[in-house]
């Protein structure tokens, strides 16, 4: 089992950046790919970036491409999520999630496991 909890959420201008964190207890996340979610009110989730449990291969969302950066520290079971030139389209609710991988490079997109609460980020004009 694997228990997550995102944190770094808030209110920045359009321009700005913020950092998002995601501490895992329980089993150790080396062995599991992890992801960050977004869902923005009235819109379905999508997956923003995810990164393989070895941390070498990375997904970006075209939207976000250039912007976010997702990394992973084994050691501290921690992802974090940097999100720079933010726009108020990126406003939305971001929730970490964790699956586990047979395959160290594999940064999957979908049929993750578990679930963190999210964390929200508005980001205004």
């Known amino acids: 089992q694997v228990q997550l909890v995102e944190s770094g959420g808030g209110l920045v201008q359009s321009g700005g950046s913020l950092r998002l964190s995601c501490a895992a207890s329980?089993?150790?996340?080396?062995?599991?790919?992890m992801g960050w979610f977004r869902q923005a009110p009235g819109k379905e989730r999508e997956v923003a970036a995810a990164?393989?449990?070895?941390?070498?291969?990375?997904y970006y969302a075209d939207s976000v491409k250039g912007r976010f950066t997702i990394s992973k520290d084994n050691a501290k079971k921690t992802v974090y999520l940097q999100m720079n030139s933010l726009k108020p389209e990126d406003t939305a609710v971001y929730s970490c999630a964790a699956t586990y991988s047979r395959n160290s490079d594999y940064a999957p997109v979908r049929g993750y496991n578990y679930w963190g609460q999210g964390t929200q980020v508005t980001v205004s004009s």
């Open positions: 329980g089993n150790t996340i080396s062995n599991y790919a």
């Open positions: 990164v393989s449990w070895s941390g070498a291969t990375t």
